[in-house]
C-alpha cells in the first residue's frame, strides 16, 4: 500500500519531525540524511529508566519511517538560498553530489555504520 504525502512532505512523521526538529535550523555546512538522523538520535531520544526506554521504543518505531534524505535536501535548500549557489563534493569520490560536502562522504560512499562511526568521533573530539 502506497503512503500518500503528508502537507508536501514523503508522509506524517517526515513533516512532524521536520516541523519540530529542524523548522528552525539554518545550517552552515551542507547536510546528509545520516547527519539528520543521528542528530534526532544523539539529542531528542530518552534515555535512563525503564520508563523512559519504553518510549524510546516507541519513538524509534515512528522514526523509522521518516524520509532523512527529504529533511536534508531542505535543509540544504536554506544553506543555497542564503549562500547563494553552494557546490558540494564527496571526499571520497570527490563527485559533485546534493548529498555531500567537503568534510562528509556522500552517502553512496558512506554506509550508515561508518557515519554514526564518525560522528561519534567528531563529538569526542568537540568535548
Known sequence: MEQE?????TNYETWRVNLEVFDEMQPDEPMTAEVCEVFVEENM??????????VNGWLRCFLENINWQEIADALNERIEKK???IKMICSICKLEKASACKVIPCADCMNETTAKQMYKKKEEISH
Open 5 to 9: 504525502k503528508y502537507n508536501g512532505w
Open 83 to 85: 549562500e547563494g549557489s
Open 45 to 54: 531520544l530518552p534515555r535512563g529508566t525503564e520508563k523512559l526506554m519504553i
